[in-house]
């Protein structure tokens, strides 16, 4: 069993910053996945890191603006997120998995409950 707790949603102006956190407790040894969902859209995968950390991926269209990373002595996962846009406003999820992959995380997959993020223009 992996629980995980999202926290560092809020309200920022476009352009701003944030960074996520996603609490990992039970197998803390999962790759970890970041996704997220806007208003009448279909989830979409953000970026994922595998279990020591050492090999990330993104979403093409995110690359150079979004960055996971992980602290396994915590252990939380974080997704820092730059230059904030109208379109990012989304519910993010973390997910944790058996295995990171370019799309997301697979084998076994747990997941939180979310934190929401706006971005106003």
């Known amino acids: 069993q992996v629980q995980l707790v999202e926290s560092g949603g809020g309200l920022v102006q476009a352009g701003g910053s944030l960074r996520l956190s996603c609490a990992v407790s039970?197998?803390?040894?999962?790759?970890i996945g970041w996704f997220r969902q806007a208003p009448g859209k279909d989830r979409e995968f953000v970026a994922s890191?595998?279990?020591?950390?050492?090999?990330?991926y993104y979403a093409d269209s995110l690359k150079g603006r979004f960055t996971i990373s992980r602290d396994n002595a915590k252990p939380t996962v974080y997704l820092r997120m730059n230059s904030l846009k109208p379109e990012d406003t989304a519910l993010y999820y973390c997910?944790?998995?058996?295995?990171?992959?370019?799309?997301?995380?697979?084998?076994?997959?747990?997941w939180g409950r979310g934190t929401q993020v706006t971005v106003s223009s």
């Open positions: 997910a944790a998995g058996r295995a990171a992959t370019a799309t997301g995380v697979d084998g076994d997959v747990y």
């Open positions: 039970g197998r803390t040894y999962y790759s």
């Open positions: 890191t595998t279990s020591t950390g050492g090999m990330t």
